[in-house]
């Protein structure tokens, strides 16, 4: 993490599109850093500082986490119901970044409190606006809560 800025959290098993997304960031100019988890189980550890991320402890927490669905161990549902249900992480921002094209999981997703629904894109032109559009919206436009124990109108 570069000195006082927040990082992306990218929940993603699929390396495919893990290359995909920080390619596609980085060609839309996206230069906030990106840490990568490679499924559910991490990105709880990552985000509450236990287990093999107990070294995150006092960390500041994503500006955003893009989370995958479909995902090993823990599925992203579950993981976005354990991020609302903790003071933590509830007002977190949360977008659900998926190739599920089912109706389910998108009313599933918005009932646990994510804060957008993103449907990856086939093709990678289209993928590149898509990265483009969540960096300049979610990094630049978005007003996000303050950390827990920041004063009113703290930004990160």
């Known amino acids: 993490m570069n000195g006082t800025e927040r990082p992306i959290l990218l929940v993603e098993d699929n390396p ?13 100019g996206v230069t906030r850093p990106v840490d990568v988890v490679r499924d ?10 236990q287990g093999a991320f107990a070294n995150r402890a006092g960390q500041p927490l994503p ?19 354990r991020i609302r249900a903790d003071p933590r992480t509830r007002l977190l921002p949360v977008v659900i970044l ?9 009313v599933r997703g ?7 629904y993103v449907r990856k894109p086939v093709s990678y032109t289209e993928f590149v606006e898509a990265a483009r559009q969540l ?5 630049m436009l ?10 009113p109108g703290a930004r990160g």
Request: proline share 7%.
């Open 142 to 151: 978005n007003y996000e809560p303050p950390p827990t124990g920041a004063p």
């Open 98 to 106: 998926t190739s599920s094209v089912e109706e389910t999981d998108l």
């Open 16 to 28: 495919d599109d893990v290359d995909l997304t920080l390619r596609a960031f980085k060609r839309a």
């Open 63 to 81: 500006v955003v986490v893009l989370l995958d669905l479909k995902l090993p161990r823990v599925d992203g549902h579950e993981v976005l119901r």
């Open 40 to 49: 559910g189980v991490e990105a709880l550890d990552y985000l509450f500082a």
């Open 110 to 116: 918005y009932g646990g409190g994510c804060n957008s």
């Open 135 to 139: 960096g300049l919206y979610w990094l």
